[in-house]
Each structure stands twice: as C-alpha cells, then as structure tokens.
C-alpha cells in the first residue's frame, strides 16, 4: 500500500476514535474511566506555516487551538496543575476535581512568543523541558533538518548501510517514505553517528542544521526571563536528545544529571521534573525511571499514551501523557482525551 495512503487511512482512523470518545463523553456515559488526570505534551505552539511536504506537523498546533481547547477544558471542570504539584495530587486525590498538567518539550521559541500569552490569559501553568544541547546549539533537531531538506530536494543520495544508494523525492509519497527511512535509521543504529552523517547531508546540500535550531529554539537568556513568569517551570530533558535506553547506564545518567545542572544554572534550583527524549517505549525503559528517581527528580514523564488512574510512588518518574496532535485540532478532542475513554475504546488501562 502506498505510504501516503497508509499515512490518510490512519488518521482517518484516529480521527473517528476521537469522534466517538466525543459522543460518548457528551452523553455522560463512561464517566469512571477518566481516573484523575491528564499530561498533555505540546512542542510547537504557533500559526500554520505555509508549507508542501510537513512530516512534523503533528508536532505543532495553532495558537487558537490551545485557547479553546483550554476553554473547553475549564468548561468541563478540570483544575490546571504544574507539574510540581502532581506528587501530592497524585496521592491525595480523593474529593477532588480531574486535574490537567501542560507540558511543552525542547524549548521552541514559538512557546515563548505563542503559547505565553494564550496560558497566561487563562492562569494556566505550565513546564517547558529544555535540552542543554539545543539551547547552547550544539546538537541538531535531525527531523527538522530532514523535513527542511527533503523539501527542497527531489532526489538525493545517501548510505543507510548497504553503500550509496539513490532516494526519489519527486512525490510527496517518496519524500514521507523518506523521511521514515531516515527516521528508522536514526533509531535502528548509533543515534550520534546517524545524526552527524543526516547533519553532513545536508550541510553537502546548503543546509546548516544548527541555523535551523538557532532559528526556533530559545537560549539560555530568554529561558531565563521566561522562567520568571509565576506561570512557568523548566524541567529536564537530557543534553543530546537521545534515546536514553539505547545509551549505556552512565551515559543516560549523565545526560539526565549534566541536563538538570543546566536547567538549576539557569532558574537557581534544580527541577524537579525530566521529559526523556521521543519517551516511548523503545526510548525510554523502567532503567530511567530509576535513574530519575535516584538523581532527585520526583516527578519523570514519557509519551506513552495513558491517563493518571491510581496512586503509586513506584511510578512518578514513568507518567504516561497525551499528546495535542497538530493533525487533530478540535477542542472536544481535547476533552475526548482527557476523559480516558479513547484508552478504555482501544482496550487500554493505561495508569500509573
């Protein structure tokens, strides 16, 4: 089946699921799924770019999508939390209204010049998790530098570890197909290495991959004026942004430790909470969370997808969250989220 088709069939699918967790919701049915409360992950806050080929745009949302769907969250009476409060929450919940906690990975600058006044017009905290590498610009976003490059090229050479081979880029098919390709390399094989050899790529095509990270990522200086908003956490999220389970145990602690160093550099205490890098499965393993809990971080969060159902200790540095999906941009999508009943229709008992 043809990429493309794959990629519409999908999310025809989601976007179904989501419908139907939305009537559900709305005719009060399921209401003892939702557990009590909801992390939602975010990067890019910011109006659409004009664009052809977008692989990351579900990585992005407008603006006046988080205003309404916040809205629509207050509407149906979830309290906004930040997540240093969650540990309490968490195991003192009873009597109390399902909360909501905002989270946003890698420090785009969009969530500065975008997301800042859409959650301080509505009181809503919110932690943003910084990765040293990207703010001081010496590591590269690899998928924003693939998305960049394989919109200006129609074809390119390039060896994924069978020698030189060519890549059609002429449809947006073979582009997406691509860009999965090159995505499956970075994972399947060293992450450095693979990253450096999409970095010299593009460079070889007039691209400087960190350019495009001092484009959209903030510094150390405006992480600091942003963090003295009463609205805003930092938290941690590692140094090079890899996956930590596929690195040795020293190397994920270090970038773990180095990252919060950075982070208590910058706002004068350390965090207390750490986003592991892409945090599936694959990405991030029961190892980290042990690793998190060990350097003094209470709370740890990943992209497993899952709402916050029963206490346990054990897991505060393993919290599952729900992702706002730039493909999805409907506030009762929100709310469907939230409620859980999504995770219960796919027959998930996702909780801590």
Known sequence: MEQGLKVRLKRTMISSGLEAAALIRGAGLMRDVGGIGTIFTLHHVRPALPRGFAPNAHLEISPDFLDRAILRLKKDGYEFLSLDALPARIENAGGKPPFVAFTLD?????????????????GVPFTIFVAQGLSERTHSLWWETLAELLNRLDRLRFDFGAGDEFVPLEK??????????????VHGT?????VARIDELAARNGLEPLHLVREAIMDRTELRELARHPLVSLGAHTVSHRALSRLTEAEAAAEMALSADYVADIIGK???????????????????????AKLGFSIGVTTRPGIIAAASSN???LLPRLSLNGHYQKPRYASALASGIPMRLMGRRDAI
């Open 106 to 122: 890698d420090g785009n600058r969009d969530n500065l010049d975008h997301a800042l006044p859409v959650f301080a017009r509505h």
């Open 172 to 185: 947006e098919s073979q582009k997406q197909a691509a860009f999965s390709r090159f995505a499956a390399f």
């Open 190 to 194: 060293d992450e450095s290495d693979a």
């Open 270 to 292: 350390r965090p207390t909470a750490i986003a592991y890098p892409y945090g599936t499965t694959d990405a991030v393993s029961q190892r980290e969370g042990r690793l998190a």
């Open 315 to 317: 897991a505060l540095t």
